[in-house]
């Protein structure tokens, strides 16, 4: 007995208008042309900004479900390139595994797992992105923290300049020329009272000063002497 394809397409209509609960739009009926919509749960038709969502417009050929109905994807929300196409073939897929037999449940169950599927790869993408861009500020900024690596030649390098640009080696070398012993002769250089009380001692004796007469090789030696005593170890000590 040679199958009735018209009969077998209007009881399926009728029992797909039964599963999806009004959900089916039938657009003809000669041939029947019809579209159920599928979509995440994640999507809200009021704002469009999560999840997928799509529509699915089938049209039954003559001898259908013995031959593939035609297919076709309308008013996609929220794809990303090539999700079309990629749904398409999930699709046709599907068909060639139920040809014979009535397939459209089969089809929008199919094409909601892969919408499904999708989404969470998306969801997936999103969050290492997000991780991701984490990871780089934390890096930016232990970055800020991390400084230069300092070896012992770079910090020398900087207490040295550091020191010259605040007057700090300045000051070390006057401090060290201040505080360095000095030499008997170079006391008795710049101790002037010692010369103007030999230059007194000379005025007082009715002798001139040109008539003096200087042996410098008893100054020769003068570094030699030990001009430190006990008082001198005493920071307040002042020559008299």
């Not at 019809?34 to 999840?51: C, K």
């Not at 999103?126 to 030649?153: L, P, S, W, Y």
Request: hydrophobic share 30%; proline share 3%; net charge negative.
């Amino acid at each position: 007995m040679e199958r009735n394809h018209h009969e077998d397409q209007c009881n399926e209509i009728e029992a797909l208008d039964s599963i999806y609960c009004g959900e089916l739009e039938v657009v003809e009926t000669e041939p029947h042309k019809f579209r159920l919509p599928i979509a995440t749960t994640e999507y809200d038709p009021e704002v469009e900004t999560e999840g997928l969502s799509c529509k699915l417009l089938f049209t039954y050929t003559q001898k259908y479900p013995d031959t593939a109905p035609l297919v076709e994807i309308e008013e996609p929300s929220n794809f990303h390139d090539g999700y079309e196409e990629e749904l398409l073939e999930h699709i046709h897929k599907t068909i060639e595994e139920n040809i014979g037999i009535e397939m459209i449940f089969s089809l929008v169950s199919s094409a909601q797992e892969w919408l499904n599927v999708k989404y969470d790869e998306l969801k997936n993408e999103a969050e290492t992105a997000k991780e991701e861009a984490k990871r780089k500020v934390d890096e930016e900024e232990m970055k800020k923290f991390e400084g230069t690596r300092v070896t012992v030649e770079s910090f020398m390098s900087w207490k040295l300049k550091f020191e010259t640009d605040m007057g700090i080696t300045e000051r070390k070398e006057k401090v060290a020329a201040e505080s360095r012993k000095l030499t008997g002769r170079e006391l008795f250089l710049s101790d002037n009272t010692l010369n103007e009380s030999d230059l007194k001692f000379l005025m007082d004796a009715g002798e001139s000063i040109e008539s003096v007469r200087i042996d410098e090789s008893l100054f020769q030696n003068i570094d030699d002497l030990d001009l430190d005593d006990s008082d001198s170890n005493d920071e307040d000590y002042v020559p008299e």
